[in-house]
Structures are given as C-alpha cells and as structure tokens.
C-alpha cells in the first residue's frame, strides 16, 4: 500500500481520537485494565489532540493517508518534558509521543513511514536525541522500535496514574537526515 504523509489539520482530530481508542484497545489489552479501555472517548481524545494540531513549532502531528485519502494513522513528536533532561539538555531532546495505526493497517508500512517522518522531523528542529515510553509489557512495539535503531534507556517505572509499568527508549539523531 502506498502512504500519503503530511501534517494532521483540524479536520483529522476526530479520526486521529477514533485511531487512538481503536490502538489503545488492540495493542494494551492485557497490558490497560479493561475498564480503562472501554471508557476510551474517541470525541475527549480528540479535543487533546488539537491541542498539538495546533502548537507551534517544534511540536507536529503527522497522518497517513490511504489511497482513498483516509487517515489510517497519525504520529504526534515535540519536545521533551521528562523531569531527568530539564536544564541545559531540554532542548537538545525531542520526544516521539505517539504512534497510533488503526489495527487494520498494521503492518503496511504506515507505522514505519510515519515513525521516519517524525523522527526527522525531530532531528530538522535540531534534537540530538530522541525520546519516547514504552508499556514494558508490549513487546510487539519495542520489536518495531528496536529494529529501528531505539533503545531502552533505563528501568522500567510507573509513574502517579499510569496504567503499567513503561520503559523509556531513546535514539540518537545524529545520523538521521533531516527534512
């Protein structure tokens, strides 16, 4: 399948919240108490993610576009907030925050085009590294991280009000081209 990647306009958030519920729901079963997912609001979701639509730079929200032109996943990067890189080294490190496909197009290229898009889009702001969090429990996302050059960067935590345990994985950007 070919992919159509640009940046998420206000029109996409309600698709981008109807992608997340269906992710969180395929991918955290097991891992989410199944309440949490359940209660998942689509329209609540969305409304965050306008928010980022709509921040300024360096944080950005990338889609995929089918061939019909429907968004079937969507990635959201910035920079870090993670209490441990505060300081000096804030701006040198971005954050890949999300990285959501609806669960029928896993495994098209859609995840691995957008997760390379958001990553240069990082290394073009200027990050030297890269950040994001994995539930230590899903081995089938930090497989795809893995293979693309991410590694766990400390324990696994659990922070006030998670879900599970994450990891956090970190890449270097140095040798990613930029946009």
């Known amino acids: 399948m070919r992919w159509t990647l640009r940046r998420a306009v206000d029109a996409d958030a309600l698709r981008i919240g109807e992608i997340t519920v269906a992710g969180w729901r395929h991918a955290y079963r097991g891992i989410v108490a199944d309440e949490r997912l359940d209660a998942l609001d689509p329209a609540e979701i969305a409304e965050v993610r306008r928010t980022a639509i709509a921040a300024p730079e ?15 996943g969507y990635c959201t990067v910035g920079p870090s907030r ?9 701006e040198m490190s971005g954050v890949l925050y ?61 922070g006030p009000g998670w879900s599970a345990p994450a990891t956090r994985w970190a890449l270097d950007l140095s040798s990613w081209v930029c946009l």
Not at 58 to 72: E, H, L, S, W
Not at 82 to 90: E, F, H, K
């Open 58 to 72: 360096p944080m950005a929200v990338f889609v995929a576009d089918d061939d019909q032109g429907r968004v079937q």
């Open 82 to 90: 993670d209490p441990d890189l505060a300081g000096d080294t804030t």
């Open 98 to 158: 999300t990285l959501y496909l609806d669960p029928e197009v896993i495994g098209t290229g859609a995840g691995g085009a957008l997760h390379d898009i958001g990553v240069a889009h990082l290394a073009a702001a200027g990050f030297a590294r890269a950040t994001l969090w994995v539930y230590t429990a899903n081995t089938s996302a930090q497989a795809f991280y893995a293979h693309r050059g991410w590694r766990p960067d400390g324990e696994p935590y659990q």
